[in-house]
């Protein structure tokens, strides 16, 4: 099934950070100006990385393009690599704020 692979799964790793905020830890990050400056930070450094990672030119890390949207975009990247980044840093923040909260209220 073409896309399932590494679509679907980073699809569902947003939709589960998503709803962990706002189901769960409810830490208000998605409404704060520096959670999403860090993003843009984060992004700025993940095409660089990334776009010499995945280019097609010369690549160091090969994608089954059979298991993904073929979606590339800038540099060769695949569009499901920016959804998993998201999910992990966004994870890792909301893990951080949660951590923060409990200190403050010790």
């Not at 993940?46 to 090969?62: C, E, F």
Request: hydrophobic content about 55%; aromatic content about 14%.
């Amino acid at each position: 099934m073409t896309g399932l692979g590494y679509t679907l799964p980073a699809v569902i790793a947003v939709l589960v950070v998503i709803g962990w905020e706002l189901r769960v830890l409810r830490t208000g990050l998605f409404r704060r100006a520096a959670y999403w400056l860090s993003m843009a930070i984060v992004l700025g450094f993940q095409v660089l990385v990334d776009g010499w990672l995945t280019k097609l030119s010369a690549p160091i890390v090969l994608y089954n393009e059979q298991h993904s949207t073929g979606i590339r975009f800038p540099w060769d990247i695949p569009i499901e690599d920016f959804l998993f980044g998201w999910a992990m840093i966004t994870a890792v923040l909301l893990l951080w704020e949660r951590s923060a909260g409990r200190r403050n209220a010790a």
